[in-house]
């Protein structure tokens, strides 16, 4: 059984560009998270997809947005990349946003930008 | 004030020991609350989640919510090397519908 699966899993831009990172849910999982670790801090929520759509997104600029597929795999994208955007971005899923359901974490994307 | 706090650490201690690791949080709507281990440059794991006040054993862990001195508790008996990692408290007021809200997560070191 496949876990979350994301990719790249390192990656370099420069200031001003643009990235996208993917996502894979586990198997069975229809609802993904995204989140943002800075270096020494906890994961900070950006947004969640539920249904191809944002259902609750975190105090992050309009830089950040997201997709989801139909096979429920997601997509996150950030334009105008700053040197703070450099980070350990992680992908969670879970089985639709109801009380009780596990979360689970993919092993991240690190993003540095230079 | 940050909505979660959680001492960095490192905290460092022998193998064998009970260790000890705590979060405070301000925000009283948290419900859902949960212990991640997280390996130097993986991904969360999910060792424990409770719900509201109470304790939770699961094999050397217990987890301790006291939701009137908005405080969590995540213990860890006969530590072993491989417990040396960082451990991220997370919490929500309904988990799986709201985005979590991590503590800065706490750099665990067990001594051999």
């Known amino acids: 059984d496949a876990g979350v699966t994301q990719s790249p899993t390192h990656l370099i831009k420069t200031r001003g560009q643009q990235v996208t990172l993917r996502c894979s849910p586990k198997?069975?999982?229809?609802?993904v998270s995204w989140y943002q670790q800075a270096l020494g801090q906890g994961p900070q929520f950006i947004f969640q997809y539920y249904e191809e759509e944002e259902r609750q997104r975190g105090n992050f600029p309009d830089r950040f947005s997201g997709h989801q597929f139909p096979n429920y795999s997601s997509e996150l994208n950030v334009n105008a990349l700053l040197l703070g955007d450099s980070a350990l971005y992680l992908c969670a899923s879970s089985l639709a946003p109801k009380i009780g359901n596990t979360i689970y974490f993919g092993e991240g994307s690190w993003l540095t930008v230079v | 004030q940050k909505e979660v706090e959680q001492d960095p650490g490192p905290l460092s201690v022998p193998e064998g020991a009970i260790v000890s690791l705590n979060c405070t949080y301000s925000?009283?709507?948290?419900?859902?609350f949960m212990w991640y281990r997280q390996y130097s440059r993986k991904g969360p794991e999910l060792l424990m989640y409770t719900y509201s006040s109470g304790n939770k054993e699961d094999g050397r862990f217990t987890a301790q919510v006291d939701k009137s001195s908005k405080y969590i508790s995540l213990f860890i008996r006969d530590s072993q090397p491989s417990d040396s990692a960082t451990y991220l408290c997370a919490m929500s007021a309904s988990r799986g519908a709201d985005g979590l809200t991590f503590g800065k997560g706490t750099h665990l070191i067990i001594q051999p």
């Open positions: 925000n009283s709507a948290f419900q859902y």
């Open positions: 198997s069975g999982h229809d609802t």
